[in-house]
């Protein structure tokens, strides 16, 4: 198993660009997210999804947009990318949201984003 | 918002001594994992505690969970230059957004 699949690793983009952050899991698990890393700032979470065709805004959804259309891919969307959105980005999956079960989540590598 | 609350903020140890981190948390949690981020790497999960367990170990780390006083600490023994990283606890309160994260202790080996 691959895990958990982040591209691009690195990525820089002028303000006003858009692109898309991919992310792919092979576990069959039903939960993904999306968390931004900030110095001193700890995972903050963006978007998440419990299962195909179903997502939902975490703690700072603001600029960004998800889909989910299949359970393996959730690609996160900067539709007008701004230098406050320059972060690492990281991609996690589950197989379920809560860890009732003793669950951990899983996760990417990581993109790290600079807007100019 | 932030959960979880780790303390210190740095902590630099000698090799082969113990490396203590605390965890603070605001409201009542269902679990509390224990996270380590490796530099310019991803999470890895190291352990998870329930709300109704104490004390758990996995190897070199012994997690306690004290759920009155809404804390948690993460012990690493016999320190090695690899535990080198951050770590940070997450506390899953049974929504379905899954964990919050703590803003981590950045932990130094030296040699």
């Known amino acids: 198993n691959a895990g958990v699949t982040q591209t691009p690793k690195f990525q820089v983009l002028k303000t006003g660009q858009s692109m898309t952050l991919q992310c792919a899991q092979d576990?069959?698990?039903?939960?993904m997210s999306w968390y931004r890393q900030d110095p001193g700032m700890g995972l903050r979470l963006i978007h998440y999804?419990?299962?195909?065709?179903?997502?939902d805004q975490g703690e700072v959804p603001n600029g960004y947009n998800v889909s989910r259309s299949t359970t393996e891919d959730f690609p996160l969307r900067l539709l007008s990318a701004a230098p406050s959105q320059t972060s690492v980005y990281f991609c996690a999956s589950s197989y379920e949201p809560r860890g009732l079960a003793g669950l951990e989540q899983y996760f990417g590598p990581g993109t790290r984003l600079t807007v100019t | 918002s932030q959960q979880g609350e780790e303390d210190p903020q740095a902590l630099s140890i000698q090799e082969g001594e113990n490396a203590t981190m605390n965890c603070s948390y605001k409201t009542s949690i269902n679990n509390l994992q224990w996270y380590r981020q490796n530099s310019g790497r991803g999470l890895v999960h190291l352990i998870l505690?329930?709300?109704?367990?104490r004390e758990k170990h996995s190897g070199r780390l012994r997690v306690t969970l004290d759920t009155s006083k809404k804390s948690s600490s993460l012990l690493i023994t016999a320190s090695r230059a690899a535990d080198t990283a951050s770590y940070f606890c997450?506390?899953?309160?049974?929504?379905?957004?899954?964990?919050?994260f703590g803003k981590g202790t950045h932990l130094i080996i030296q040699p």
């Open positions: 997450a506390t899953d309160g049974g929504g379905a957004d899954g964990l919050t």
């Open positions: 999804s419990v299962g195909a065709g179903i997502t």
């Open positions: 505690i329930r709300s109704n367990e």
């Open positions: 576990m069959n698990h039903e939960y």
